[in-house]
C-alpha cells in the first residue's frame, strides 16, 4: 500500500498526466451480480426471452449522476486532489445525439469539459456538445493486447486530438519487467511527434482545444501573411476551449504576430517547427512570415 500511495502522490503531482473518468467497475450488476460492461447504457432484461437483449439503453440522468457521486467520492477517499476534467464512457459511445446533450450538461455540473469516445457519428475528428469538447479517440493498440513492444508499431501519419492506449498493453507478463518498456514507450512517442502536425500535448485541455482550432479554425495566406478566422471556434460555445492554439511551419519561417495576440516558438522537429498562438479575445489572428 505504501507502493501504490507513492504512485498515486506522483500522478497527482504531474502537470503532465490528466485523469479519465471511465466508469466506476467497468461493470453494471443488476441483483449483486454482474449482468454486462456498465458502459453506461446496461442492456434491457427481456422476460420472454429470459436473458439480456442487445439493445442498450442510457441510464437515465438520476443513475447517470448516482454513478458519478459515487465515483467522486471514492475518488477523494483515497486522497485524490487533482481535478478530473475528462470523460470516457467504457466500451465506448452509443447515445443518440439528445442523449448526448443531456449528459454533456450534467458532465459539465461535475467539472468535467472533455468527452474522449469512440464518435461513430462525428464528422471530423472534434465537435463541442453544450458547452463540452468531445474528441474521437484513435487506438494505437486493441484493448487486450498485453506486452506489446513499440518499436514495431508503425508511426501513424493521420493526425487526431487522441491516440489511445488501454492499460493491459503497457504490461509485461513477467511483471518485474513492466517498468523495463518505459524508454521504448517514450521512444514511440517521440517518433510520433515527428509527424509533420503533430503537437506532443501536455494535458487534455490543450490536445482537445487544439482539435477544435484544428478542425474549426480558417486558415488563409495572403502572401507573407497568414490570416487565422476564429468566428466558428468561438460559435461552438466551447466552455473548456483555451486561448492558444499552435502552428506547424517548414523552413526557417519565423512568424510575428501584427493582430489579434502573440506567437512565440513552442518546439523545434527535425523537418518543422511548432508555434504558439495567443489569442487576445478577438475573432481573428493575423501573422506575417519573416
Avoid at 37 to 63: M, N
Avoid at 179 to 189: D, G, H, K, V
Avoid at 191 to 218: C, H, I, K, N
Avoid at 246 to 257: I, K, N, Q, T, W
Wanted: neutral net charge; hydrophobic residues 40%; aromatic residues 14%.
Amino acid at each position: 500500500m505504501d507502493y501504490a500511495r507513492r504512485c498515486m502522490e506522483a500522478l497527482d503531482a504531474s502537470p503532465y498526466l490528466d485523469y479519465t473518468l471511465h466508469g466506476l467497475l467497468h461493470g453494471y450488476y443488476d441483483g449483486g451480480k454482474l449482468v454486462t460492461e456498465e458502459q453506461y447504457y446496461p442492456k434491457v432484461y427481456d422476460a420472454a426471452r429470459g436473458g439480456y437483449t442487445k439493445a442498450w439503453r442510457r441510464l437515465s440522468p438520476a443513475e447517470f449522476r448516482r454513478h458519478l457521486d459515487l465515483f467522486f467520492a471514492i475518488y477523494r477517499s483515497w486522497g485524490l486532489t487533482k481535478p478530473v476534467r475528462t470523460f470516457a464512457a467504457p466500451n465506448g459511445n452509443r447515445g443518440t445525439p439528445e442523449e448526448n446533450a443531456v449528459y454533456a450538461d450534467i458532465l459539465r455540473e461535475y467539472g468535467i469539459l472533455y468527452w474522449r469516445d469512440t464518435w461513430d457519428e462525428m464528422a471530423g475528428d472534434s465537435a463541442v456538445v453544450n458547452g463540452v469538447i468531445c474528441s474521437k479517440e484513435y487506438q494505437i493498440l486493441h484493448w487486450n493486447v498485453f506486452d506489446a513492444d513499440p518499436a514495431l508499431l508503425p508511426v501513424r501519419e493521420r493526425v487526431t486530438p487522441d491516440l489511445c492506449c488501454h492499460w493491459p498493453n503497457f504490461l509485461r507478463w513477467n511483471p518485474e519487467h513492466n517498468l523495463e518498456r518505459i524508454p521504448a514507450w517514450a521512444a514511440y512517442f517521440r517518433r510520433q511527434a515527428e509527424v509533420w502536425g503533430v503537437m506532443l500535448a501536455p494535458d487534455a485541455p490543450t490536445a482537445d482545444s487544439q482539435g477544435v482550432y484544428r478542425q474549426f479554425a480558417r486558415l488563409r495566406t495572403e502572401g507573407d501573411t497568414c490570416v487565422v478566422d476564429l468566428t466558428e471556434v468561438d460559435r461552438l460555445g466551447a466552455s473548456g476551449l483555451k486561448d492558444e492554439f499552435f502552428l506547424s511551419l517548414r523552413g526557417d519561417a519565423a512568424p510575428v504576430c501584427v493582430e489579434g495576440g502573440t506567437v512565440g516558438l513552442y518546439e523545434t522537429k527535425r523537418d518543422f517547427r511548432n508555434w504558439k498562438v495567443v489569442r487576445d479575445g478577438g475573432k481573428r489572428v493575423v501573422l506575417r512570415l519573416r
